[in-house]
């Protein structure tokens, strides 16, 4: 069994900074890309970033110059850098990653609330 486990969260005012965190756990499997999503109330889920398991990287046009995206695969972790916050950028924030292990999988963690507001 593989979970994803995101943190780093919060209220932040504008043109602030943030960083998530999302770590994989579990037993024998290993991982391919990684991305994060978010979803803003009464919107739908979007895609804001995605990592290769070799280091490439992709970013929506909303956010391109302000976030970025890496990874640690020592420690099965993908971070988002979020810089220059803005009040559009409020969402639950979910990251997402193919895995596999007996077979190959794309998991979903839980979730984190990033509001950006003064």
């Known amino acids: 069994q593989v979970q994803l486990v995101e943190s780093g969260g919060g209220l932040v005012q504008p043109g602030g900074s943030l960083r998530l965190s999302c770590a994989a756990s579990g037993s024998s499997f290993s991982i391919n890309a990684m991305r994060w999503y978010r979803q803003a109330p009464g919107k739908q889920r979007e895609l804001v970033a995605v990592?290769?398991?070799?280091?490439?990287?992709n970013y929506a046009d909303s956010v391109k110059g302000r976030f970025t995206i890496s990874r640690d695969n020592a420690k099965n972790t993908v971070y988002l850098q979020m810089n220059s916050l803005e009040p559009e950028d409020t969402a639950v924030y979910y990251c997402?990653?193919?895995?596999?292990?007996?077979?190959?999988?794309?998991?979903w963690g839980q979730g984190t609330q990033v509001t950006v507001s003064s």
């Open positions: 997402n990653a193919d895995i596999r292990t007996t077979v190959f999988l794309r998991y």
């Open positions: 990592i290769s398991s070799g280091g490439s990287t």
